[in-house]
């Protein structure tokens, strides 16, 4: 779409975690941390095996997720990463980020993965409140996120995300706002609240379909979004997509190449990559992962060339994610005219731009200006 | 064959008091079928197997025995066919009157027994079951002698699964029943009192000759409809069908008319020859079917209106009861309205379309014919969406029934309680006995096509039976209750019921429609309206969220296929007005509402 030399942004996968949350469908493994050191061995390879393809395309920002990728040791993720920077071209200010759980760091490791060059640390911390991280399973407390969060500014790290979910069973309007308050204070560069999605295929899945845990209530998690932006907007983050929110300047450029639609590479079990209208992505199944790629072969899980019309959807729910919007010129002609009239969409120099309550319908925005 | 020593009876019996084991009893006795080939509910099963095959019912059984020629002849058990029963009884000289030693009677027993008597009939009243334990055949037998007027010492008793007390019952038939009379030189009259298509054989009709004789092969005239054909083969069947070349006066048998549609030959016409030699006058007691319930039938979601229509042309053809006209319905798409002669023949109708053509249906609540008067004009409604609005007619009228209900005394409250909630008129409750009440009251109609069964069965623990006969029509304070969304009536929930029943009505569908009506980008208001008057609303708060939370490089094709999932579901809404309704949440609020149901 533009004519200035091709960027891409990495994805790389690490599925392991110290236990399994109940609510969370990625790729993710309890229990396998013996296949640790072969998997980062997999990791390296496929990069070689991939990188010929992007020759000459900028790496702008790399992104390692999970999973939890802190659960590999400090010299692996060096590793990791200068073996990245040595088979691709990454820009010498690209973004790295890496994810973390607060119960996998210490100070030590996090000098350690800032001087490795992950420069990004983005937080699993999901909330402030205790039973609401029961209800989530996650075995961290709330006094281990300021403890890791403290350790990563003494180790120097300043610009960090805090992951936060909303709208688990028992999470009341007043303890999300207590949450906001405790991340805001923390005053990190870049804050994601999510609202909880129930996946059938999890354990909650599971549980809210068999009627033992309430699912979300679309009215309070609705309640909880406008209370984010309210909150958030004070403290001074932009609100530059659906779940994410930044100081200015800090908006994560990795997730943001997502949404524009720019091309990435995906390294790892299940990880996904896109360019030129080819998605991609690779088996899921570690194993599977590590005997393909120790064979020699791109582990190549599957693949779908989008057609006009997918593009042209994809486009639009994405773009619309993010405060850029969509060119008006788009939509068939008065298709935005009732979004527009009640106050979902604005219009803003010919684009089309959601507003708060418009975030919240998108999928109806979506809906409505592409059928 | 010398009418003497003929004999044409049918046996009355509730469900399950015996009929079908007592015919089986009486084919064995009289040796109609060889030993090797009988087997349990010999008749019944001979219809179930001839439905893939060539159709011919077995509606009337040639029976020998000691010289006589016994004609069988069935006749059909519910109240809908009332109509239907009183032309098989005219085919007949007796009738058995059939009970159950221990459930005693019935209030649809009780009904044809009277059509039976009044027909001028001879009753050989029979307890059976009497091997059962729960038998109390001395309290039954006083119950049927009150009933008959007769000594209890007359009351056969006997047991047709073992076969006791058959031969006697025989006897008493033959003894009793008086042969039929009818001159062999007379036109012909021969009653039509059951007929049915054939897809092979066309239009069979079984036929009682009255006078004059049929000869195979005639030249036919239906003496009310005027067509005329050529006969293709008259016969008996015995119990297999079994061509004669007469039938002569009194006999009753089967007659292959030649004709192909159904509606040339209806229950209750006269059959005589055509041309030269034919009668003047046909038998009296003619009658046209006249529908009573009327419903809406819509092809599913997907479903695909010209098969429906294809198949009640179809299903017309063997059923001159049914009737139909195209209707339109903005939130069920293109239908019929259709009109039956009760709820049984509806369900009947319901489950022939799914059932024989595959077919997948919705039917809208039934409801009744009404009279609209505005002056000295009558406007027939059967539909709700053709009632006048209020104040622009003079009244209105609805069919009354005579209604019985026959109730083991414990449950008389609930039954009493019952009827005065559905606005009935006490007329009289007797004593059949000490235990069990006979209860008569006049009925709205409509009261009963709507889940007046369930709750009979219901309250009485299933001991109560229910009969009715149609009683003429009655002024009504009844008004059309429409349902709106957001200020749009949905015509499949517009309906017709008496006043003090509408905001019970519309407080019903307003709040089950509010569970059903999903949440839109602005409040949607669910009214219930008698003409501008809002009389029940409910709320569906207008949704606000509806995103996805998360949408990463690993993401993006899911979600695309959830997008492309919702897309396609709402391409399926449909929209009344401004609101978008899945036509499921139509079909879930009419189902609910299914709760009428056959006895």
Redesign the interface.
């Given at each position: 779409m533009s004519a200035s030399p091709e960027t891409a942004g990495i994805y790389v996968h690490v599925p392991f975690c110290l236990t399994r949350c109940g609510y969370c469908d990625f790729n993710a493994y309890a229990g396998l941390d013996h296949l640790a050191s072969r998997y980062v061995a997999a990791l390296l390879r496929e990069a070689e095996l991939a990188a010929p393809d992007w020759e000459g395309v900028g790496v702008v920002s790399a992104f390692l997720g999970g999973g939890t990728p802190t659960t590999l040791e400090v010299a692996d993720l060096k590793a990791l990463l200068a073996h990245v920077r040595s088979v691709f071209s990454v820009t010498p200010d690209a973004e790295v980020t890496i994810e973390a759980n607060p119960d996998t760091v210490d100070e030590q490791k996090l000098a350690g993965l800032l001087e490795a060059g992950y420069g990004r640390l983005s937080m699993g911390v999901q909330s402030f409140d205790r039973s609401v991280l029961a209800a989530l399973e996650r075995v961290h407390q709330p006094e281990s996120v300021t403890k890791a969060f403290r350790a990563a500014r003494a180790a120097g790290y300043d610009n960090v995300n805090i992951d936060l979910i909303y709208g688990a069973a028992g999470e009341t309007l007043e303890s999300w706002g207590r949450t906001l308050e405790e991340a805001v204070a923390l005053s990190p560069a870049h804050i994601s609240a999510y609202a909880l999605t129930i996946e059938p295929a999890t354990a909650l899945g599971r549980q809210v379909a068999r009627g033992d845990v309430p699912a979300p209530d679309p009215d309070l998690e609705a309640d909880m979004f406008e209370a984010a932006c309210r909150l958030l907007g004070e403290a001074g983050y932009g609100h530059y997509e659906v779940s994410n929110w930044a100081r200015p300047g800090y908006e994560c450029r990795h997730n943001l190449g997502y949404w524009e639609r720019r091309p990435y590479v995906g390294l790892g079990a299940g990880a996904h990559g896109y360019r030129d209208g080819l998605r991609s992505w690779n088996v899921r199944p570690p194993e599977e992962y590590l005997s393909m790629v120790e064979r020699g072969e791109l582990p190549v899980g599957g693949s779908e060339e989008l057609e006009p019309a997918d593009a042209y959807l994809e486009e639009v729910f994405l773009r619309l994610r993010i405060l850029q919007g969509i060119p008006a010129s788009w939509v068939d002609d008065g298709r935005e005219e009732p979004y527009v009239e009640s106050g979902l969409l604005v219009r803003d120099d010919g684009h089309l731009v959601p507003t708060e309550r418009g975030m919240l319908l998108l999928n109806e925005l979506v809906l409505g200006l592409t059928s | 064959m010398d009418t003497s020593h003929i004999r044409n009876f049918c046996i009355v019996a509730h469900i399950d008091h015996g009929k079908s084991t007592l015919a089986d009893r009486l084919l064995e006795l009289t040796h109609a079928v060889a030993d090797r080939d009988m087997r349990a509910q010999y008749l019944d099963r001979m219809d179930l197997e001839r439905e893939r095959g060539i159709t011919i019912k077995a509606q009337a059984v040639r029976l020998t025995h000691g010289g006589y020629e016994l004609n069988l002849i069935d006749t059909p058990g519910h109240v809908d066919f009332t109509y239907e029963v009183s032309r098989s009884l005219e085919a007949c000289e007796g009738a058995i009157l059939l009970v159950d030693a221990a459930q005693g009677l019935e209030a649809q027993t009780l009904a044809n027994f009277h059509l039976a008597r009044d027909a001028g009939l001879v009753i050989v009243p029979a307890l059976n079951k009497i091997d059962l334990p729960a038998a109390e055949p001395d309290q039954r037998a006083k119950e049927l002698a009150d009933l008959l007027d007769r000594d209890p010492d007359d009351i056969l008793r006997i047991s047709a699964k073992t076969g006791e007390g058959v031969e006697d019952l025989l006897k008493a038939v033959i003894d009793q029943v008086p042969p039929p009379t009818g001159e062999t030189d007379a036109a012909l009259r021969a009653l039509v009192f059951d007929s049915m298509f054939d897809p092979y054989r066309g239009v069979i009709t079984y036929v009682r000759v009255q006078e004059g004789e049929l000869p195979s092969g005639a030249r036919i005239r239906l003496m009310a409809t005027g067509a005329e054909s050529d006969a293709e083969e008259a016969g008996v069947m015995a119990p297999e069908p079994l061509p004669v070349d007469t039938l002569g006066p009194g006999e009753v048998g089967y007659l292959v008319t030649g004709l192909k549609d159904v509606h040339l030959a209806k229950v209750g016409d006269t059959i005589t020859l055509a041309g030269k030699g034919a009668a003047t006058e046909p038998l009296p007691g003619y009658r046209e079917p006249k529908p009573m319930v009327w419903s809406g039938l819509f092809p599913n979601e997907g479903g695909d209106y010209s098969e429906l229509r294809e198949a009640l042309d179809r299903l017309k053809l063997s059923d001159s009861a049914l009737s139909y006209e195209p209707e339109t319905s903005q939130a069920l798409g293109f239908g019929f309205r259709a009109g039956f002669l009760g709820l049984l023949h509806m369900d009947i109708v319901k489950e022939r379309l799914e059932r024989e053509f595959d077919l997948e249906l919705i039917a809208t609540a039934p409801n009744v014919e009404f009279h609209v008067i505005r002056g000295d004009e009558t406007v027939v409604v059967h539909n709700p969406a053709e009632m006048p609005v209020p104040g622009t007619y003079d009244r209105v009228e609805e069919p009354i029934v005579f209604a019985t209900v026959i109730t083991p005394k414990e449950y008389l409250g609930a039954v009493l309680d019952l009827c005065q909630s559905r606005r009935g008129e006490l007329v009289d409750t007797t004593f059949l006995t000490p235990e069990r009440a006979e209860v008569h009251y006049m009925l709205p109609l409509a009261e009963i096509v709507f889940d007046f069964f369930d709750h009979l069965k219901s309250s009485t623990r299933g001991y109560a039976s229910l009969d009715y006969e149609p009683w003429g029509y009655q002024e009504s304070d009844v008004v059309r209750v429409d349902v709106l969304l957001h200020g749009e009536p949905v015509d499949a929930f517009s309906t017709i019921v008496h006043r003090s029943k509408a905001y019970a009505y519309g407080k019903k569908m307003t709040e089950r429609l509010r569970e059903l009506i999903p949440r839109q980008?602005?409040d949607v208001a669910i009214q219930a309206a008698i003409g501008s008057k809002i009389i029940a609303r409910e709320t569906v708060?207008a949704?606000?969220?509806?995103?996805?939370?998360?949408?990463?490089?690993?993401d993006?094709?899911r979600?695309?296929k959830l997008?492309?999932e919702?897309?396609r579901g709402?391409?399926r809404l449909r929209k009344v007005g401004r609101v978008d309704v899945p036509q499921e949440a139509f079909i879930a609020a009419l189902r609910a509402d299914a709760g009428a149901k056959k006895k």
């Amino acid at each position: 779409m533009s004519a200035s030399p091709e960027t891409a942004g990495i994805y790389v996968h690490v599925p392991f975690c110290l236990t399994r949350c109940g609510y969370c469908d990625f790729n993710a493994y309890a229990g396998l941390d013996h296949l640790a050191s072969r998997y980062v061995a997999a990791l390296l390879r496929e990069a070689e095996l991939a990188a010929p393809d992007w020759e000459g395309v900028g790496v702008v920002s790399a992104f390692l997720g999970g999973g939890t990728p802190t659960t590999l040791e400090v010299a692996d993720l060096k590793a990791l990463l200068a073996h990245v920077r040595s088979v691709f071209s990454v820009t010498p200010d690209a973004e790295v980020t890496i994810e973390a759980n607060p119960d996998t760091v210490d100070e030590q490791k996090l000098a350690g993965l800032l001087e490795a060059g992950y420069g990004r640390l983005s937080m699993g911390v999901q909330s402030f409140d205790r039973s609401v991280l029961a209800a989530l399973e996650r075995v961290h407390q709330p006094e281990s996120v300021t403890k890791a969060f403290r350790a990563a500014r003494a180790a120097g790290y300043d610009n960090v995300n805090i992951d936060l979910i909303y709208g688990a069973a028992g999470e009341t309007l007043e303890s999300w706002g207590r949450t906001l308050e405790e991340a805001v204070a923390l005053s990190p560069a870049h804050i994601s609240a999510y609202a909880l999605t129930i996946e059938p295929a999890t354990a909650l899945g599971r549980q809210v379909a068999r009627g033992d845990v309430p699912a979300p209530d679309p009215d309070l998690e609705a309640d909880m979004f406008e209370a984010a932006c309210r909150l958030l907007g004070e403290a001074g983050y932009g609100h530059y997509e659906v779940s994410n929110w930044a100081r200015p300047g800090y908006e994560c450029r990795h997730n943001l190449g997502y949404w524009e639609r720019r091309p990435y590479v995906g390294l790892g079990a299940g990880a996904h990559g896109y360019r030129d209208g080819l998605r991609s992505w690779n088996v899921r199944p570690p194993e599977e992962y590590l005997s393909m790629v120790e064979r020699g072969e791109l582990p190549v899980g599957g693949s779908e060339e989008l057609e006009p019309a997918d593009a042209y959807l994809e486009e639009v729910f994405l773009r619309l994610r993010i405060l850029q919007g969509i060119p008006a010129s788009w939509v068939d002609d008065g298709r935005e005219e009732p979004y527009v009239e009640s106050g979902l969409l604005v219009r803003d120099d010919g684009h089309l731009v959601p507003t708060e309550r418009g975030m919240l319908l998108l999928n109806e925005l979506v809906l409505g200006l592409t059928s | 064959m010398d009418t003497s020593h003929i004999r044409n009876f049918c046996i009355v019996a509730h469900i399950d008091h015996g009929k079908s084991t007592l015919a089986d009893r009486l084919l064995e006795l009289t040796h109609a079928v060889a030993d090797r080939d009988m087997r349990a509910q010999y008749l019944d099963r001979m219809d179930l197997e001839r439905e893939r095959g060539i159709t011919i019912k077995a509606q009337a059984v040639r029976l020998t025995h000691g010289g006589y020629e016994l004609n069988l002849i069935d006749t059909p058990g519910h109240v809908d066919f009332t109509y239907e029963v009183s032309r098989s009884l005219e085919a007949c000289e007796g009738a058995i009157l059939l009970v159950d030693a221990a459930q005693g009677l019935e209030a649809q027993t009780l009904a044809n027994f009277h059509l039976a008597r009044d027909a001028g009939l001879v009753i050989v009243p029979a307890l059976n079951k009497i091997d059962l334990p729960a038998a109390e055949p001395d309290q039954r037998a006083k119950e049927l002698a009150d009933l008959l007027d007769r000594d209890p010492d007359d009351i056969l008793r006997i047991s047709a699964k073992t076969g006791e007390g058959v031969e006697d019952l025989l006897k008493a038939v033959i003894d009793q029943v008086p042969p039929p009379t009818g001159e062999t030189d007379a036109a012909l009259r021969a009653l039509v009192f059951d007929s049915m298509f054939d897809p092979y054989r066309g239009v069979i009709t079984y036929v009682r000759v009255q006078e004059g004789e049929l000869p195979s092969g005639a030249r036919i005239r239906l003496m009310a409809t005027g067509a005329e054909s050529d006969a293709e083969e008259a016969g008996v069947m015995a119990p297999e069908p079994l061509p004669v070349d007469t039938l002569g006066p009194g006999e009753v048998g089967y007659l292959v008319t030649g004709l192909k549609d159904v509606h040339l030959a209806k229950v209750g016409d006269t059959i005589t020859l055509a041309g030269k030699g034919a009668a003047t006058e046909p038998l009296p007691g003619y009658r046209e079917p006249k529908p009573m319930v009327w419903s809406g039938l819509f092809p599913n979601e997907g479903g695909d209106y010209s098969e429906l229509r294809e198949a009640l042309d179809r299903l017309k053809l063997s059923d001159s009861a049914l009737s139909y006209e195209p209707e339109t319905s903005q939130a069920l798409g293109f239908g019929f309205r259709a009109g039956f002669l009760g709820l049984l023949h509806m369900d009947i109708v319901k489950e022939r379309l799914e059932r024989e053509f595959d077919l997948e249906l919705i039917a809208t609540a039934p409801n009744v014919e009404f009279h609209v008067i505005r002056g000295d004009e009558t406007v027939v409604v059967h539909n709700p969406a053709e009632m006048p609005v209020p104040g622009t007619y003079d009244r209105v009228e609805e069919p009354i029934v005579f209604a019985t209900v026959i109730t083991p005394k414990e449950y008389l409250g609930a039954v009493l309680d019952l009827c005065q909630s559905r606005r009935g008129e006490l007329v009289d409750t007797t004593f059949l006995t000490p235990e069990r009440a006979e209860v008569h009251y006049m009925l709205p109609l409509a009261e009963i096509v709507f889940d007046f069964f369930d709750h009979l069965k219901s309250s009485t623990r299933g001991y109560a039976s229910l009969d009715y006969e149609p009683w003429g029509y009655q002024e009504s304070d009844v008004v059309r209750v429409d349902v709106l969304l957001h200020g749009e009536p949905v015509d499949a929930f517009s309906t017709i019921v008496h006043r003090s029943k509408a905001y019970a009505y519309g407080k019903k569908m307003t709040e089950r429609l509010r569970e059903l009506i999903p949440r839109q980008l602005f409040d949607v208001a669910i009214q219930a309206a008698i003409g501008s008057k809002i009389i029940a609303r409910e709320t569906v708060k207008a949704k606000r969220k509806d995103v996805l939370a998360k949408c990463y490089g690993g993401d993006i094709t899911r979600k695309r296929k959830l997008l492309e999932e919702q897309k396609r579901g709402k391409a399926r809404l449909r929209k009344v007005g401004r609101v978008d309704v899945p036509q499921e949440a139509f079909i879930a609020a009419l189902r609910a509402d299914a709760g009428a149901k056959k006895k």
